[in-house]
């Protein structure tokens, strides 16, 4: 365990390495006139960038309620995240022991499905013509959370400065408490300092 630890600031500052051999070759391809190739190196150099930011957001996302089992992160990776529009796409699956609950709590940072949802946060007329929705407040910020007690389905979601988005998802659960409190317990502060531009 100690030799992974150890590993991590090595790996990180590798790649850390790679990105400005990456950066610096382009310019040199973009002096010397071959731009094709130059915007192929700074795409890649682009790309590990995003995997380095990813890799700092997902030590932001909360631990397991008591009860229940995490696996690790997963990042939708560069390729998934510029398919979806660019940006960062991150999430972790939370399931219940000895029981059927499932949890998936996801984020996306700087792309544009978030801006779908921010017509949805400023418009309190639209939150309230949905049936099963109501707005939470979690100190100054708020999330709008949805709950199906019929099929034990809730979601809960944040949109934080316009372009981060964080929601929790639920299924074979009691009530939407869980996916709160979830939602609740994200380090909200270290998620703006690692996704600043």
Same mark, same amino acid.
């Given at each position: ?8 600031? #090595? !790996? ?10 990456? %950066? ?5 391809? /973009?002096? $010397? ?12 150099? =682009?790309?590990? %960038? +995003? ?18 089992? #995490? ?22 699956? /939370? ?6 609950? +499932?949890? $998936?709590?996801?984020?996306?940072? &700087?792309? @544009? ?10 418009? @309190?007329?639209? =939150?309230?013509?949905? @049936?099963?929705?109501?707005?939470? *407040?979690?100190? +100054?910020?708020?999330? =709008?959370?949805?709950?199906?007690? $019929? *099929?034990? +389905? #809730?979601?809960? !979601?944040?949109?934080? &400065?316009?372009? %981060? ?18 939602? *609740? ?7 703006? $300092?690692?996704?600043? *531009?």
């Amino acid at each position: 365990m100690l030799g992974l630890a150890l590993a991590l600031p #090595v !790996t990180a500052s590798a790649q850390a390495d790679e990105v400005v051999e990456q %950066i610096e070759l382009g310019l040199e391809l /973009y002096q $010397e006139g071959e731009y094709g190739a130059a915007l192929t190196e700074l795409e890649f150099a =682009i790309n590990d %960038i +995003r995997k380095l930011m990813s890799g700092r957001l997902a030590n932001t996302f909360p631990e397991a309620p008591a009860g229940w089992s #995490v696996e690790e992160v997963e990042s939708g990776g560069g390729g998934a995240a510029a398919l979806m529009g660019g940006g960062a796409m991150l999430q972790r699956n /939370y399931r219940e022991e000895g029981g059927d609950g +499932r949890l $998936e709590a996801s984020m996306m940072v &700087d792309n @544009p499905m978030v801006q779908g949802m921010a017509a949805l946060f400023n418009n @309190p007329a639209m =939150i309230a013509s949905q @049936p099963n929705m109501e707005r939470v *407040r979690m100190g +100054r910020e708020s999330a =709008i959370v949805k709950w199906e007690a $019929e *099929r034990g +389905r #809730v979601e809960a !979601t944040m949109l934080l &400065d316009g372009r %981060i988005l964080l929601q929790v998802e639920g299924q074979g659960l009691d009530s939407p408490d869980l996916a709160v409190e979830l939602l *609740r317990d994200w380090d909200l502060a270290e998620v703006r $300092e690692q996704a600043t *531009r």
